[in-house]
């Protein structure tokens, strides 16, 4: 089956940095996004990743490693508003076209 | 360009009751997906649509159903409600979804609570 996990939780200081870690068990494997979603809001797209490496962007960066079905998410410079759920998801390959399937995502809490 | 719109945004319902969602995709976007939100369970996928034909599917009943329209505009209906079925359901469009990795952009939600 399918299986995608990331921490439930975390927590950390405005101004530092915190890496959000995802690890998946797939088939058919053909990319990773990553999406930010505070409370009560919709999840908006950060990044994608389909080849191995880092993707910068601004503050945010992403990790993957495909042989070790392993991203992370970067966050530098925390900010307050960075206070939000990150979601992990992974796009597989079915029944000849692709489909999203996401972690349960991690509550970050950024403290002053 | 107006983003992905959800009606209605908040729902009540009672059990045994049915009630259908609407989804408006971005405009130039054809591929329409599905999700229930739930706090323990999270984002998990419910059915995937292009050119008014389902292309995928979620492990969700029967109960569970949708469809699209010319203009990809999407519906999807819950039959006999559930307690469970309580939850954020979101649809997200993307402009292709067959072997290209567009991204998927999400809509507002609509809450159901069934009561």
């Known amino acids: 089956g399918q299986n995608i996990d990331q921490p439930t939780e975390m927590t950390a200081t405005e101004g530092a940095i915190v890496q959000i870690n995802c690890t998946y068990q797939?088939?058919?494997?053909?990319?990773l996004f990553w999406y930010q979603q505070h409370a009560g809001e919709a999840p908006t797209f950060l990044s994608y990743n389909v080849l191995d490496g880092l993707e910068e962007k601004g503050r945010f960066s992403s990790f993957l490693s495909r042989s070790k079905g392993y991203s992370y998410l970067l966050l530098k410079e925390l900010q307050m508003k960075d206070s939000a759920s990150y979601l992990c998801a992974v796009i597989l390959f079915s029944g000849g076209y692709n489909k999203l399937i996401f972690g349960a995502g991690t509550r970050l809490a950024v403290h002053p | 360009k107006a983003g992905v719109t959800q009606t209605p945004r908040y729902l009540i319902k009672t059990r045994g009751q049915q009630v259908t969602l609407s989804c408006s995709p971005i405009s130039g976007h054809r591929s329409v997906s599905w999700y229930q939100q739930t706090p323990g369970q999270g984002l998990q996928f419910l059915f995937e649509y292009f050119s008014e034909t389902q292309r995928n599917k979620g492990n969700f009943p029967g109960r569970f159903s949708g469809r699209q329209f010319s203009n990809s505009r999407s519906e999807m209906n819950v039959s006999t409600l559930e307690l469970g079925d309580s939850a954020l359901y979101l649809c997200a469009s993307s402009l292709e979804t067959t072997t290209s990795t567009d991204t998927q952009y999400f809509g507002p939600g609509t809450r159901l609570t069934v009561l």
């Open positions: 797939t088939s058919g494997f053909n990319g």
